[in-house]
């Protein structure tokens, strides 16, 4: 009896075994008006997850994807990390927002639980300290560089306006803007903040024709950008309508219509473009899913994740990050490395322009 009950442990321990799980989460905007990006990183997510599982996934263990709702918040981003620490996530993608993203952090650094953002662009982020984040996006320090030498060898003499919305990605990428146009000797005629979320901004369109703004930068999200220059093209007013990195996506576009036409912006080098990405590239087509913006950032993440637990060969958090600070990632986002900060070691912008309907890089 007792050779019995021994045969059915060890029957019930292998079973438990090979149906264990490593539990991994996505965090992002999957409702409100940025669900367009909780999607792509959601879609980036799952593909990652199951091409990892199909080539026998991590330390001989399935990983299962959990999906969690911030809406770009950070009270509900809170609540989202509280959520997926509890559920048992080891490692988290996200989040989307870096006012998400912040907040989120201290929650998964106390928890013990890794953290690698697809998009969040705050420096903040990552100079906050914490070990176990990082985040395989280039910095808005970077960014508003870029941007600041852009308007000041292009638009130096025009009158130029910085509007942002009081975000942290939003206000933060447009002082990091106003701080290197300011550097290069030009002050720009407006800076001020918007409300997001309405319907229309055509009175605050109205207020910069009159002021004869010929160049806009916004920081800020890709709705209330599209919704600025509609309004302006409604009135024939042809300002120069610049942004950041969440105009690089097709809800733009759609929101824009014919008025995103010549607008410019600031956005990574994009992955599709890779040879490394064209197989996963392809496979998104297949399923009807254009795979823009963030979400083969949402992919590497979890690719460069599933690598450095083999390289450690352990889910131990201590052990993952030494071997993400010490080691290379090829991934769909080409050859990936980080600083002791959990920054990418190169830190890089491209400007791009909206032409019939897709953004090209500018030539």
Not at 157 to 165: G, N, R, T
Not at 237 to 245: A, C, H, K, M
């Amino acid at each position: 009896m007792r050779h019995l009950f021994a045969a059915a442990a060890l029957a019930f321990a292998l079973a438990s075994q090979s149906e264990a799980e490593v539990l991994i989460g996505v965090a992002g905007p999957m409702s409100g008006k940025l669900a367009w990006t909780g999607t792509q990183l959601r879609r980036g997510a799952e593909m990652a997850v199951a091409n990892i599982n199909a080539a026998g996934g991590v330390l001989g263990q399935q990983v299962r994807l959990i999906v969690a709702d911030d809406f770009c918040d950070p009270r509900q981003a809170l609540a989202a990390a509280e959520k997926l620490v509890a559920d048992g996530a080891v490692f988290v993608i996200g989040h989307y927002c870096s006012g998400a993203s912040i907040p989120a952090s201290k929650i998964y650094a106390a928890a013990g639980v890794l953290q690698i953002s697809p998009s969040s662009t705050n420096p903040m982020l990552t100079e906050q300290g914490h070990a176990n984040v990082f985040r395989v996006c280039s910095r808005d320090d970077a960014q508003g560089h870029k941007a600041g030498n852009y308007l000041a060898d292009h638009w130096g003499d025009s009158k130029i306006a910085i509007l942002h919305d009081n975000t942290t990605y939003g206000k933060g990428l447009a002082d990091e803007t106003k701080k290197q146009l300011n550097m290069r000797g030009v002050t720009e005629a407006v800076y001020q903040s918007y409300t997001p979320g309405k319907d229309d901004y055509s009175v605050e369109v109205a207020a910069l024709q009159t002021a004869h703004i010929a160049v806009l930068y916004l920081g800020g999200y890709h709705t209330e950008a599209a919704l600025m220059v509609r309004a302006a093209r409604d009135r024939a007013y042809p300002v120069q309508l610049i942004s950041g990195d969440d105009t690089a996506t097709e809800a733009f576009g759609l929101i824009a219509g014919p008025a995103a036409e010549g607008t410019l912006f600031t956005f990574v080098a994009d992955p599709r473009r890779n040879a490394e990405a064209a197989e996963v590239v392809e496979r998104f087509r297949a399923e009807n899913f254009e795979p823009d913006s963030w979400t083969l950032h949402s992919y590497g993440a979890a690719e460069i994740w599933a690598q450095a637990v083999t390289k450690a060969n352990s889910l131990d958090l201590q052990a993952v990050i030494a071997a993400l600070r010490e080691d290379q990632f090829d991934t769909v986002l080409g050859r990936i490395d980080f600083d002791k900060k959990g920054d990418l070691t190169v830190q890089s912008w491209v400007w791009y322009v909206w032409k019939s309907g897709e953004y090209v890089p500018v030539e």
